[in-house]
């Protein structure tokens, strides 16, 4: 359709607008045509023997039975379509689910929290927050401080479980766990020198 020049590139649209609207989808097996009208137009090459049968009835009671049955038809190939296209990045996903008032940890994306993820040293998620509702399979209501100003609902992606009872004592990393003069259970050795001096 598009000549050596490419110069004529806007004469050939509505060509291949018709072309694209005639062929059939990888979702619907039908065209766009089809699912809207439930024909497709003729081009040339239709005309050219002499059409004995028409696709569908266009008689009052049968157009209205006819159009209800193929949307139907169109209406399972999407629904196939969609399982197919889900299957594949659900192979490997983990299913989870939280209970209402339980708490998440939240991740801190860098589009819906600019403010908050400015540094790469910032912390990556905040929490943990109250599960206020579960509005579907994958997207859950949270109870945020007010100094949050985003929409509380958010995608499974973006939450992780809290484990409350992950540690028994609350860590402080910012002390030496071996004092001068404590004895190392493990080795019986002091933290002053192993031969006691």
């Known amino acids: 359709m598009v000549s050596k020049s490419l110069k004529d590139w806007d004469l050939n649209l509505t060509d291949a607008k018709l072309t694209y609207t005639r062929a059939p989808s990888y979702a ?11 024909i497709n137009p003729f ?3 239709n005309l050219l023997p ?42 490997h996903r983990k299913h989870m689910e ?15 929290f600019p403010s908050r993820r400015e540094s790469e040293l910032m912390a990556t998620r905040d929490g943990p927050f109250k ?3 579960r ?4 997207a859950y209501k949270l109870q945020l401080p007010k100094d949050i100003a985003v929409p509380t609902t958010f995608n499974i992606g973006n939450l992780s479980p809290y484990m409350e009872d992950y540690f028994e004592e609350p860590l402080d990393l910012r002390t030496n766990p071996l004092e001068e003069g404590e004895v190392d259970e493990d080795h019986g050795a002091t933290a002053q ?5």
């Open 98 to 112: 939280f209970s209402p008032a339980g708490l998440v940890w939240l991740h801190l994306g860098k589009v819906r």
């Open 50 to 91: 002499v059409l004995t049968e028409s696709k569908l009835c266009y008689e009052n009671e049968e157009w209205p039975r006819e159009m209800k049955k193929l949307h139907d038809h169109i209406k399972a190939h999407i629904k196939k379509a969609n399982a197919a296209y889900k299957a594949i990045p659900n192979k």
């Open 28 to 38: 619907t097996k039908d065209s766009s045509f089809d699912c809207v009208y439930g």
């Open 135 to 138: 509005i579907e399979d994958n």
């Open 193 to 197: 020198g192993r031969d006691g001096r």
């Open 131 to 133: 599960v206020i509702e």
């Open 43 to 45: 081009n040339p090459i």
